[in-house]
């Protein structure tokens, strides 16, 4: 099955700056990477996904990148705010498909520092 | 009422005893899931019901029994749990694709609590 490592697990940036985080992923059929955000004692919402027909796809702060020669895929966010600090989960999902169900990395704790 | 809903939101049980988790969604998707989320791991797939018949068991423990009556509604049957298997469980629901296989937006229940004593 698919096997997703997410690093790193804590990440503490000043209020402005930008983070990165990168996830590596094992099953090279994989074609979908999702980011989910999840806020302290709430549900995990998704802020942003990619299909492996792109490299990059922007919303706003956000942005996501592929490299599927590599099997890895990094989450960016520029100009970070107070509203940013949230656990994040990168995502893949198998060749199997929705049949598969979601692979999830372990989580990066981002803290932005004011 | 819109979204995933779980219930209950909070649950305490012994390890003898026999309890049921709910999950409902209003969303009209096609797949349904059962996600385990403990403190410093990863969210664990349980099990994934997709156009109602179940397609992915984790290797999960018979202690955990799955029902899928209809899309709308997913339950998880507890029985003789251990303490390890304290930890939140969050239900999710999304639409796939039949033709091209491929999965929409995963959208979360607030989870259930669960504590073993």
């Known amino acids: 099955g698919e096997n997703v490592e997410q690093h790193p697990s804590t990440l503490s940036v000043q209020e402005g700056d930008s983070a990165v985080i990168k996830c590596t992923y094992s099953d090279s059929a994989s074609n979908y990477f999702p980011w989910y955000k999840q806020e302290l004692g709430k549900r995990p919402q998704l802020i942003i996904d990619i299909r492996s027909n792109v490299g990059e796809k922007k919303d706003q702060r956000i942005a996501v990148t592929l490299n599927k020669t590599a099997k890895h895929f990094s989450l960016h966010i520029t100009e970070t705010q107070p509203e940013d600090s949230a656990v994040y989960f990168c995502?893949?999902?198998?060749?199997?498909?929705?049949?598969?169900?979601?692979?999830f990395g372990k989580g990066t704790h981002l803290i932005i520092q004011p | 009422e819109t979204g995933v809903t779980q219930t209950p939101r909070h649950l305490v049980m012994g390890m003898t005893n026999k309890k049921s988790l709910k999950c409902e969604q209003h969303l009209g998707h096609n797949a349904m899931y059962w996600y385990k989320q403990s403190a410093k791991k990863p969210l664990e797939l349980m099990f994934v019901?997709?156009?109602?018949?179940?397609?992915e068991n984790n290797s999960v423990p018979s202690r955990f029994s799955p029902e899928c009556p209809n899309s709308s509604h997913l339950f998880l049957h507890l029985h003789t749990l251990q303490p390890e298997d304290s930890a939140l469980y969050l239900c999710?629901?999304?639409?796939?694709?039949?033709?091209?296989?491929?999965?929409?937006?995963?959208?979360f229940g607030e989870g259930s609590r669960l504590t073993v004593l």
């Open positions: 019901y997709n156009f109602k018949e179940q397609t």
């Open positions: 999710a629901s999304s639409q796939d694709q039949v033709e091209t296989g491929h999965t929409g937006e995963l959208f």
């Open positions: 995502a893949a999902i198998g060749s199997g498909g929705g049949a598969d169900g979601l692979t």
